[in-house]
């Protein structure tokens, strides 16, 4: 049964991000205007507190701006609440919409 509903899962999955592929590439597009929100975005997994990615960051920006961005993105859907509270997870996959930054020779994640 399990296996069925993942499978009906994925299924819905497709057609929702084909359906609305548009939408959300105007939206990400729209709020990752720059290459740092772009790399806050991507490195926004849920593992990290603002103020962790902020030195992740090399403090190219503060914690603060982290947490405003966050909360302006959670709003618009476009992050989600991680599992500890005050983090936040990417909802979208750049790659998959060809908005992804080309991390440095570091491999920063």
Not at 11 to 17: A, P, R, W
Request: aromatic share 8%.
């Amino acid at each position: 049964m399990v296996n069925e509903t993942e499978k009906l899962l994925r299924e819905f999955l497709i057609i929702y991000k084909t359906i609305n592929r548009k939408s959300i590439v105007d939206i990400l597009k729209a709020e990752l205007k720059t290459d740092q929100l772009i790399e806050i975005y991507q490195k926004t997994n849920g593992e990290k507190s603002s103020r962790e990615l902020a030195n992740v960051l090399k403090n190219k920006c503060s914690h603060a701006t982290i947490l405003n961005t966050w909360n302006k993105w959670a709003l618009l859907g476009i992050v989600i609440p991680a599992k500890q509270k005050g983090r936040y997870m990417a909802a979208f996959d750049l790659a998959e919409y060809g908005m992804a930054k080309v991390e440095n020779e570091e491999g920063d994640q």
